[in-house]
Each structure stands twice: as structure tokens, then as C-alpha cells.
């Protein structure tokens, strides 16, 4: 590798003024989490690499499946034949796209126990999630950290995005004061989604992250933009920050305050149940996957195992936490996580 070869690579972004050598220099500085590396997700994080970004955090919880490859850029068949968690495979293909991009995988669910450690040494967090349970948990975190950050959502021809400066933009809570009860509000698993939506919001966030680390935010979006993208249709909502806000006004963090107890959750866009275990556990997979073959059949990695028996499936990570699938009962699923993982 030459000394030149960078300039090279970003040339044609470092002729635009917006960005030029100066922004090119702060985007290798730059440091971004990206929580959820679904479809938005995998699109920002392929546009931020490609970008210079020098350090990706790339958080998901959930392997990558037959039914995420419509839309989400950076997997592959082979990626869900090896039954590779997201964060691994993206974090691969990262490393093809551009060796001077630090990435770091980590293969986890988000909550309230955990999320402050992922973002108190990044300058920028891009909203990849599916649910609002871990949005209105992010919002909490990046007030009380004051880190910015990008929400993003794409739900059947529908895109929205808007970008938070804590203590300067309404924050999600002054949009949205509550998350929407369950059930009420589509999802990807209930309405589906056009490839093309999630890819424009991603590439939505992704001009956000950029505008922020060259230091723009003077063209930042300050609105609740959401797209159409089959009508064409585009709204433009001022985001007035709210004085009586209960977050970014009155500085609760309920979400962030709220205890994580064991606790099972539906997962969008599968018939399948997370379990998870709680204080979490570190688990020996290879005698895990040795006792299992004996009942079904086991796929085994470095990061997890997939076990197969009588019309369902568990996928157990090392912490212990397990994705049973075929089902949508929470009660079955951990029925069947105490019979076969044990708790
Ligand atoms: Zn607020």
C-alpha cells in the first residue's frame, strides 16, 4: 500500500467542498456505532466504510436468514448457510470492501444493562433497529451521554428518518412521547418491506453521519422526513424540540432506568421468540453441541449453535441467549430452552 493510495480512493469525494481534505481527515477520525445491522444498518454501514469512516461498531443480535437478503446489502447466501450472526457477516464484508476501516462485531442484545458501554466512545449512533423498545432506549442513552444520533425507519413503501442533537433538535420523545402499544403500529413482519425504502433512509442516515463528522450542521435535517417511495410522496415535519418533553425537557430516562429482568421477546419478521438469560452466562457451546446431537441435528460455529428438533429451531449464542424459531409463543419458547439449553 502507497501513501497516495487513500487520496486516491476518496478523489472523488474529497472534490466535493463539503467535504474535501479537511473532512476526509476528520471521517478516518471518526467513530460510529451502528445499532442494528438489518437492512438500514447494513446500507449505512456500507456507505460509511466506503466513506473513510475509520471505526464501525456494527451491534445486532439475530443470524442472518433467507428472508433478510432481499434487502439487506451486505449478507449472502453463504452468510446464512454458515448461520453467521449479522455483526460477524457484515463485519466480513466490511473488511472485503476496505481494510482501513476498523470494525468491531459484537454479537449482543441491547438493553438497558448494556448500552451505555457500546456508545460512550463513539461520536455518532445510527438507529438500525427494528422496534421501538430499543429506539426509546437509545434516545435515553444519547441524552444522557449528549451523543447525536440518527433515527431511521422503513416499513412497506414507507421511509422516515430524523437526526437528534440532544439538547439542540427535538429528541424521539418529543415526536413520539411513547412508544406505540404493541400490536397497534405496522412492522416489516406485518406490512413487509420495499428494499428500495429501507435503502434510501439508510443512504439518508449515512449523508447525516457524514454531515456531522465534517463538522455541517448547518445542513443538517432538522425535520421528521418521511419518504413514499412506490407514491413519491415526501413530507417534511418541522421537529420542534418540547419544553414539557419528558426526556430532553425534564431529563427522565425511564428506558434507561428500567431493570432488564429474563424476559422473551417476539422477534419482526420471523416466527421466532428471543430468550434471554439474565445475569447472562457464558456457555461451553462444543459440550452444548455434543449433547444435542444425540436429539437432532446441530450446526456448530465459533459464535453459535443451531439446533434442529421436531419442527423447531434454536440458535443458542455464547451468553446464552437463544432465538427459538416456530414458534410465537414466549411460553413454549423458554419451555423449550429450559428442556434442551437448561436455565
Ligand atoms: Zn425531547
Not at 473532512?23 to 444498518?41: I, K
Not at 412521547?177 to 405496522?186: L, S, T, V
Request: overall charge neutral.
Amino acid at each position: 500500500m502507497t501513501d497516495d493510495q487513500p487520496h486516491e480512493r476518496y478523489h472523488r469525494q474529497i472534490l466535493l467542498p463539503s467535504i474535501g481534505r479537511s473532512g476526509q481527515e476528520r471521517l478516518r477520525r471518526g467513530r460510529v456505532c451502528v445499532l442494528g445491522v438489518g437492512a438500514l444498518g447494513s446500507q449505512v454501514a456500507q456507505l460509511l466504510a466506503r466513506a473513510g469512516v475509520g471505526f464501525l461498531r456494527l451491534v445486532d443480535r439475530d443470524v442472518v436468514d433467507w428472508t433478510n437478503l432481499q434487502r439487506q446489502v451486505l449478507y449472502e447466501e453463504a452468510d446464512v448457510e454458515a448461520g453467521l450472526p449479522k455483526a460477524v457477516a457484515a463485519a466480513r464484508a466490511l473488511a472485503r470492501i476496505n481494510r482501513e476501516v476498523s470494525v468491531e462485531p459484537v454479537v449482543q442484545d441491547v438493553d438497558a444493562a448494556s448500552i451505555l458501554p457500546l456508545l460512550q466512545d463513539v461520536a455518532i449512533v445510527v438507529d438500525g433497529s427494528d422496534n421501538f423498545e430499543l429506539r426509546y432506549l437509545l434516545n435515553d442513552a444519547a441524552l444522557e451521554l449528549g451523543t447525536p444520533w440518527v433515527y431511521g425507519g422503513a416499513v412497506g413503501t414507507l421511509g422516515t428518518t430524523a437526526t437528534i442533537l440532544p439538547g439542540e433538535t427535538a429528541c424521539l420523545r418529543c415526536l413520539f412521547p411513547d412508544p406505540p402499544p404493541p400490536g397497534i403500529a405496522p412492522t416489516c413482519d406485518t406490512a413487509g418491506v420495499l428494499g428500495p425504502a429501507a435503502a434510501l433512509v439508510g443512504a439518508l442516515q449515512a449523508a447525516e453521519v457524514l454531515k456531522l463528522l465534517v463538522g455541517d450542521r448547518e445542513n443538517l435535517n432538522r425535520s421528521l422526513v418521511t419518504i413514499d417511495l412506490w407514491s413519491l410522496e415526501l413530507a417534511r415535519i418541522p421537529a420542534v424540540r418540547r419544553p414539557d418533553c419528558p426526556a430532553c425537557g425534564l431529563g427522565e430516562r425511564r428506558f434507561l432506568r428500567a431493570r432488564a429482568p429474563s424476559r422473551t421477546v417476539q422477534l419482526c419478521g420471523r416466527d421466532a421468540v428471543q430468550v434471554s438469560v439474565s445475569p447472562r452466562q457464558e456457555l461451553d457451546l462444543a459440550a452444548l453441541a455434543t449433547r444435542l446431537a444425540a436429539l437432532g441435528s446441530v450446526l456448530h460455529n465459533p459464535y453459535l449453535i443451531r439446533f434442529t428438533v421436531d419442527g423447531y429451531e434454536l440458535t443458542v449464542f455464547r451468553d446464552g441467549r437463544a432465538i427459538v424459531r416456530g414458534t410465537t409463543d414466549p411460553a413454549l419458547a423458554r419451555s423449550l430452552y429450559a428442556r434442551y439449553v437448561g436455565m
